[in-house]
Each structure stands twice: as C-alpha cells, then as structure tokens.
C-alpha cells in the first residue's frame, strides 16, 4: 500500500516536494533524454524499456489514447536521438503527450509508491539505519535532503550517509563538505536546506539559553534589546515549565 504523505498531514509539504522537484527536473509532457540517454518525461520519471512507456498514459494531440504501436514508435524515435539535449530538443520529435492529471499521477507514485517511491525507500532506508520510526521524527529539511537524493538513485552511495550523520549530528561544516551532488543546481538546493537546519538549530540554541539565564535570575524577562529575534517566556505554574507564547 502506497505511503501517502497526505495521511502523514503533509499536504503543504507534498506541494512544496512538487514544487522544488519541478523547479530541479521541469515538468515536460513529451519524451526526451536525460544525461544519461534515459527516456525521461514529466517531472523526472525514468521510462526504461518500451514496456514501460506503454504503460503510461500518453494522449495523441487530440486527446485520444496512443496505441501501444504509437508509444513504441516514439520511444524508439526519442531513443535514437543524441543524450542529453534541452528537452525542447526533443519535442518536434514526437507527437504523444501527456496531460497534467497523468504527469500528477505519475509524479505522486515516483514519490509515495511502495516499495520504490523516493520517500518511501528514504525513509525505509533511514529506518533500518538509525531505528523504526525514527524517519518521522526528522526535521523537514533532512526529510526532503534524503528525498531527493533517493529520487536520483542516491541512496547507496557513503557521501550520502556521512552527510547524514554530520546533519544529525549538527556538524554544519561538515555537513557541507558532503553536500556536493551531481549538479549545481542541487547542490546549491542541499546547501540551502543545510544552512535553514543549521538556523533552526542556533535559534533554538539561544532561546533555550535565553529560558535558562530568566529561570536563574541572570536576565530579565523582559529583553532589552530592540533587535533580538527572540520570543519572550514565560513561567505556567499550572505546567510548571517555561513556555513561549
């Protein structure tokens, strides 16, 4: 059964997932080739073989199903061509298409599809790593790093891992030195969800600090300085704990 990040409540973060994917892959209607000479089409999907291909989907340009003869022709059309050309490259080559709703659909089982979803092996792979259950307790950024990673074939490989295990352990710099991917673009994506993590984890640093110079009298409650980002706590007696409102 498909692991669906919506009955995680992650529908914001699906879209974001989208997004991001489709900022880093673009979202193309029509067959063409990736780097590698892999035939590719809407927001990064691998097609194999022909028998893959026929399995999809595809529209003629009046919006009636192709034939499995039509599909095969195409795929061994767009097969033929050159690697790694701009995928616009591509289109005057072929005359199949598929819609948003099938792109969708397509998209959303490369994510959530078990057992070969990029979500779902990262967090299966993560699981048997670090515990069960341990994935869901991730912060966002390290969820959607592994991701990722898992939708390019990235798991396997130990500059994986060993960013990973400098991410949990809030080792930033070196962190950074294994955040290197395979093209700049996705670098500068991991690096940046590197430094929103390292952030996060300085804010929190400070707030707990903050709690902890008020609760021994070291500070005021109130901050004195106008430019301080941080919230003001409070003490609930009825919790007896700090709290931030």
């Not at 990064?44 to 022709?73: C, N, R, Y």
């Not at 106008?226 to 919230?231: A, H, N, T």
């Amino acid at each position: 059964m498909p692991i669906s990040l919506n009955d995680q409540g992650y529908a914001a973060q699906f879209d974001q997932l989208r997004q991001q994917l489709t900022k880093l892959e673009n979202k193309v209607p029509h067959m063409y080739l990736d780097t590698e000479g892999v035939v590719t089409i809407g927001i990064g999907h691998a097609i194999k073989t022909v028998a893959l291909a026929k399995k999809l989907p595809f529209l003629k340009a009046d919006g009636s199903s192709a034939t499995p003869a039509e599909i095969e022709t195409e795929f061994n059309t767009i097969h033929a061509l050159p690697a790694g050309m701009k995928y616009t490259y591509y289109q005057p080559h072929t005359t199949l298409h598929l819609d948003e709703d099938g792109i969708e659909q397509i998209f959303r089982v490369d994510i959530e599809g078990a057992p070969n979803g990029s979500w779902t092996r990262a967090k299966n792979s993560y699981n048997n790593r670090f515990g069960a259950g341990s994935f869901d307790h991730l912060p966002w950024e390290i969820k959607e790093i592994l991701n990722d990673i898992a939708f390019n074939g990235g798991l396997n490989r130990d500059k994986t891992w060993k960013l990973v295990g400098a991410l949990r352990q809030q080792d930033w710099i070196v962190a950074l030195a294994h955040s290197r991917r395979y093209d700049d673009q996705r670098t500068v994506y991991t690096r940046n969800l590197i430094q929103e993590l390292q952030q996060q984890a300085e804010f929190s640093a400070a707030l707990q600090q903050r709690v902890w110079d008020i609760a021994l009298g070291n500070a005021p409650l109130k901050s004195t300085n106008p430019y301080s980002l941080l919230p003001d706590p409070c003490f609930d007696s009825s919790q007896d704990t700090w709290i931030i409102r």
